[in-house]
């Protein structure tokens, strides 16, 4: 079967629903709180309305939609009872919800809710008013965001910026110098591993020669270049797919809150079960042959115009089979909290794996010859990347498991389904599994064979992951898998005994006074690959272990933490940069914290504090040699010896 369907790169992990016109500012709200009780407050919402549109009055329920509801971030908040209403209401019979009778506000109208709070009331709330509006057969939802001062209410005991911590001028010049240009270039180099990938599809691998002897039968030298240029457009095809992210502002807070939030990696999670079931042959990921054709006809206009839409021809074709493998990336850029710039950089590589072969051939044909012929070898590479897409698919859902705690996919169990899916591999490729586009079983070539004892060791190495041994620590893939101690075991062997590390900054700078030690700031995240690393492999190196229990006090800070802090820590916090930004939850305070006092938003990133909240080193971010984290360590140490 052949399935249809659209997806733009640009904005291929979220679909929005959004009507042609944008009514945003249709109304404009104000609001007010008046104290009438112990715990107890009025809150009021004005309007003048707008003109040509209708505000549909509250406490309606019209097609199974509240008219409008106050919302807040606590359930310790309630609304004691429907809405006082002020203003000329009407009453008409409408035609959009089967001829009910519906009340309405066409000019000013002010509302009235009185609210309660179960426990200690904040000097400033934060809520939401949702509201309905309409005209003539149209329908809408909006939300009006407010806070208001409330009277008598306790002062958010909430620290964000703390001026004295001043990481560039710490009392030790060691730490990280954070250029981020290690980042770029391995997102680059694994764009350009997705790149090479692509290349050995059903979709595109056959294009080679036929594309390349096409350039190269024209006018000798010029073929030649023309197949450059094809091959340079390519490339630059895959940069412009970038360009939406830059556009829109998309900043890396923005990228690491949108990876973890659960929401998006169950997305994820169903993306890639989509994908791998298109890689088995059940269907095909196409955009509509009319786009397709349309570039296609273009492709003979001119000469360097020509050669463009050839290029974003192949693409377009090609997407069947690169669309997975690009997509793969795309969420690989933004789980490693980038920026867009490090989406520019693994498109780039993507379209750089993809364009070079076309200029390589060019310059040389006779290396045509050497490619091998087409054939069931290439479903065969369609079939191995599915089973891929399912490991991948797993990953999201465990990092939707991991931020939520919901105990569902344990470490044990994670390794079991990638034990399946990496011995599916094996029995695929012996012929034990057939798909609907596989060719007729034949004898196994020599790089099946290879494939074949490759997933079978990978199959072997992963076993120890399901048994309580300290086997299971698998340093291979450090960091995929659950945490060691997130076991379904009520005692695992790996895990650090006694090292609990503090959840809360304010705790540990108290306990360090008390001690007199340096705090040592852990950012970390639940789906935080690279946290998980530095856990397993060098926090548990024994000096490394010895530095951290006995001469640090030990504070971790989950970025992604989804609990809501208690009502009078939320705030809207100002930033440096002078934006509002709300602080609901302790991933809110924890993720605002290390961007305002730290400057990264990326996991893991460690910080070394005195006890008078001055920086002792710069910080660190993710270090696979035990030593060098060691040095860092003892280079903290002697800074607050140094002060001392």
């Given at each position: 079967m052949k399935l249809f369907t659209i997806i733009s790169l640009a904005g291929l992990f979220f679909t929005f629903s959004v009507s042609?016109?944008?009514?945003?500012?249709?109304?404009?709200?104000?609001?007010?709180?008046?104290?009438?009780?112990?715990?107890?407050?009025?809150?009021?919402?004005?309007?003048?309305?707008?003109?040509?549109?209708?505000?549909?009055?509250?406490?309606?329920?019209?097609?199974?939609?509240?008219?409008?509801?106050?919302?807040?971030?606590?359930?310790?908040?309630?609304?004691?009872?429907?809405?006082?209403?002020?203003?000329?209401?009407?009453?008409?019979?409408?035609?959009?919800?089967?001829?009910?009778?519906?009340?309405?506000y066409e000019e000013a109208t002010e509302w009235k809710g009185v609210i309660s709070f179960d426990n200690i009331v904040p000097a400033q709330l934060q809520g939401k008013l949702t509201f309905s509006y309409g005209k003539a057969d149209e329908f809408y939802t909006a939300?009006?965001?407010?806070?208001?001062?409330?009277?008598?209410g306790a002062a958010s005991t909430t620290r964000i910026l703390i001026p004295s911590i001043d990481i560039n001028n710490p009392v030790n010049d060691c730490g990280d110098n954070e250029t981020g240009d290690k980042s770029l270039w391995s997102i680059f180099i694994l764009g350009l591993l997705g790149g090479f990938i692509g290349l050995l599809t059903p979709c595109v691998f056959p294009l080679i020669p036929l594309t390349v002897s096409f350039f190269t039968k024209r006018s000798g030298g010029k073929g030649v270049g023309n197949a450059m240029l094809y091959g340079f457009f390519i490339f630059l095809i895959y940069i412009l797919l970038s360009i939406p992210f830059h556009i829109f502002n998309a900043t890396p807070e923005v990228l690491n809150i949108i990876s973890t939030n659960i929401w998006v990696n169950i997305s994820f999670f169903v993306i890639f079960l989509f994908f791998a079931f298109s890689f088995f042959g059940y269907y095909e990921i196409t955009l509509p042959g009319g786009l397709a054709n349309k570039f296609d006809s273009r492709s003979g206009i001119g000469n360097w115009g020509g050669i463009f839409f050839m290029a974003l021809t192949l693409a377009i074709v090609s997407f069947s089979c690169t669309g997975p493998i690009l997509g793969s990336l795309l969420v690989g850029a933004i789980s490693n909290n980038g920026g867009p710039m490090q989406l520019t950089f693994g498109m780039a590589g993507f379209g750089l794996g993809l364009a070079l072969p076309f200029a390589v051939f060019a310059m040389f044909p006779k290396w045509l010859h050497s490619l091998p012929k087409s054939g069931g070898w290439l479903n065969s590479v369609?079939?191995?990347?599915?089973?891929?897409?399912?490991?991948?698919?797993?990953?999201?859902?465990?990092?939707?498991?991991?931020?939520?705690?919901?105990?569902?996919?344990?470490?044990?169990?994670?390794?079991?389904?990638?034990?399946?899916?990496?011995?599916?591999?094996?029995?695929?490729?012996?012929?034990?599994?057939?798909?609907?586009?596989?060719?007729?079983?034949?004898?196994?070539?020599?790089?099946?064979?290879?494939?074949?004892?490759?997933?079978?060791?990978?199959?072997?190495?992963?076993?120890?992951?399901?048994?309580?041994?300290?086997?299971?620590?698998?340093?291979?893939?450090?960091?995929?898998?659950?945490?060691?101690?997130?076991?379904?075991?009520?005692?695992?062997?790996?895990?650090?005994?006694?090292?609990?590390?503090?959840?809360?900054?304010?705790?540990?700078?108290?306990i360090a006074r008390k001690e007199n030690?340096?705090?040592?700031?852990?950012?970390?995240?639940?789906?935080?690959?690279?946290?998980?690393?530095?856990?397993?492999?060098?926090?548990?190196?024994?000096?490394?272990?010895?530095?951290?229990?006995?001469?640090?006090?030990?504070?971790?800070?989950?970025?992604?933490?989804?609990?809501?802090?208690?009502?009078?820590?939320?705030?809207?916090?100002?930033?440096?940069?002078?934006?509002?930004?709300?602080?609901?939850?302790?991933?809110?305070?924890?993720?605002?914290?290390?961007?305002?006092?730290?400057?990264?938003?990326?996991?893991?990133?460690?910080?070394?504090?005195?006890?008078?909240?001055k920086a002792l080193t710069k910080t660190k971010t993710y270090t696979a040699n035990p030593g060098n984290f060691a040095n860092w360590l003892q280079c903290g140490l002697d800074a607050f010896k140094k002060g001392k």
């Open positions: 042609a016109q944008d009514f945003t500012n249709v109304y404009s709200w104000a609001s007010t709180a008046k104290k009438i009780g112990e715990k107890k407050y009025e809150l009021t919402f004005s309007t003048q309305g707008a003109n040509g549109w209708q505000l549909y009055a509250p406490d309606q329920t019209i097609g199974g939609v509240k008219t409008a509801e106050l919302v807040f971030n606590d359930s310790s908040i309630h609304q004691e009872s429907s809405f006082a209403e002020k203003g000329k209401i009407k009453k008409f019979v409408s035609p959009v919800f089967e001829n009910s009778v519906v009340s309405v939300a009006y965001l407010f806070k208001v001062p409330l009277e008598g369609k079939v191995v990347l599915g089973f891929l897409e399912l490991a991948m698919a797993v990953k999201f859902i465990s990092n939707a498991d991991l931020v939520e705690q919901w105990g569902i996919l344990k470490r044990e169990i994670f390794m079991a389904i990638w034990i399946l899916i990496s011995a599916g591999i094996v029995i695929y490729l012996f012929g034990g599994i057939r798909f609907p586009h596989d060719s007729p079983r034949q004898k196994i070539s020599k790089t099946r064979w290879a494939f074949i004892a490759l997933f079978t060791a990978v199959t072997i190495y992963l076993i120890p992951g399901v048994i309580n041994s300290k086997m299971a620590n698998l340093k291979l893939i450090s960091g995929f898998p659950p945490p060691m101690c997130y076991s379904i075991y009520k005692e695992p062997v790996n895990c650090k005994k006694g090292f609990e590390p503090l959840r809360d900054y304010d705790v540990a700078l108290s030690k340096p705090v040592l700031i852990d950012f970390t995240g639940w789906a935080c690959v690279n946290c998980r690393r530095m856990e397993e492999n060098v926090w548990t190196d024994p000096f490394v272990d010895s530095l951290m229990r006995n001469e640090f006090v030990v504070v971790s800070l989950y970025v992604d933490e989804r609990k809501k802090l208690p009502l009078v820590k939320q705030l809207q916090y100002k930033t440096k940069a002078g934006d509002e930004k709300s602080i609901i939850t302790v991933g809110d305070k924890w993720a605002t914290f290390q961007f305002e006092n730290f400057n990264r938003v990326s996991q893991p990133q460690y910080a070394i504090i005195s006890t008078d909240e």
